[in-house]
């Protein structure tokens, strides 16, 4: 079932248990059906240039002094910078002489808030080539991975914070990361569970609805950052 979304009349709303052959939680719908389909096409994207994919999900939170109202998309920033971490890293392992592999940077992020906060948060899920940067820890001060470190100063960074701050800005889901291999198919169980998982960013409640500012953000086929 479906039906136009009063809060945004160019979003239509999906009720239904799946979508496109993937299954949802019901419990979560009803899910905007625009942001369903971006995820799937990021999902198909990257899984058609690597041949193994890491999957990262998790939350970014804004710091207690920040002013609600903000004049800037964070989430601009941070990817930009996140592809930064990840280009520094890569030169440094040319200049050791080792094997660089390349990755395309891919995401999609939403922006939420909840009645009880003032201040708006975001569930983002990123892509990357497996082969690139592996693993990921749990984006705190003591993840010692490389990508975790780089995840982790991009948001620090973004608002201008120590890159030994301990602050609490980052929270991971359960699991961490997924690896992905391709093409995306409704028949591969582990591509099922990962676009329900990844879903949770398609869901209608809570979403931040803001005038000309989006609310969904995702990588496109020319791997920009988000305006």
Known sequence: ????????HNHTLHYDAEYAGFDLHTANAPYIRPYLGRLRTVMQRVLQKHKRVLAVKFDLHLPAHTNPYLQRNPITEFIERVKAGIASYQNAVARRGQ??????????????????????????????????????????????????????????????????????????????????????????????DAFLHFSYLCKEKTTKYQ?????????????????
């Open 99 to 192: 094997r660089v592999y390349q990755t395309e940077v891919e995401y999609v992020a939403k922006i939420e808030q909840t009645p009880d906060n003032e201040l708006e948060h975001y569930h983002v899920v990123l892509f990357t080539n497996k082969d690139t940067l592996y693993p990921v820890g749990n984006l705190s001060h003591e993840d010692p991975t490389k990508l975790g470190k780089i995840i982790r100063l991009a948001w620090l960074k973004t608002h201008g914070l120590s890159a030994d701050s301990r602050v609490a800005l980052l929270h991971t889901s359960t699991p961490v990361f997924r690896v992905l291999q391709g093409p995306l198919s409704t028949d591969d169980p582990v591509h099922r």
């Open 211 to 227: 005038g000309k500012r989006q609310s969904f953000y995702s990588s496109n086929a020319k791997n920009k950052a988000p305006a």
């Open 1 to 8: 079932m479906t039906k136009r979304n009063t809060n945004n």
